[in-house]
């Protein structure tokens, strides 16, 4: 590790914008937030400017308890993935709130994993610019 706000190398970052800095500020503070339309209530994930179901641009967020069962998986052997270990778990995790996120697991193996499986939330900090959520059995 080098200094304070140095960046780690080797890391695929994910795409921050506007609409998704209350997420990568939440995972940093050791919450999972979801887009809350302030219209009509629905959640929504991936966060965007405005809602699907009523068009609205008003927006909160809510912060999920962390929990969600896989709804699907892929493991991911090949190609190589910089900075990370193979093979990688990929869950496509329906929340308890309701949306579904795509997200890494982590201490579960591909033998293991399997769909219905429940997961928690984990925060696995990279740097002073990135925490990822992963996610752990239940
Ligand atoms: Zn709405």
């Not at 809350?36 to 912060?63: E, I, M, T």
Request: aromatic share 8%; proline share 8%.
């Amino acid at each position: 590790m080098t200094g304070t706000g140095s960046t780690t190398p080797g890391v695929i970052r994910p795409m921050r914008n506007r609409d998704s800095e209350f997420f990568w500020e939440g995972t940093a503070a050791g919450e999972l937030r979801v887009q809350r339309c302030n219209g009509c209530g629905a959640l929504r994930f991936p966060p965007g400017p405005s809602c699907p179901q009523c068009h609205s641009f008003d927006q909160s967020y809510v912060v999920a308890a962390g929990t969600g069962t896989v709804f699907s998986y892929v493991v991911h052997r090949h190609p190589p993935v910089p900075g990370k270990e193979l093979p990688i778990v990929l869950a496509l995790i329906d929340l308890d709130e309701g949306v579904r996120m795509v997200g890494e697991v982590a201490d579960v193996s591909a033998e293991e994993i399997a769909i219905g499986m429940r997961l928690r939330v984990d925060f696995h900090r990279i740097d002073d610019d990135l925490t990822l959520p992963t996610w752990r059995k239940a």
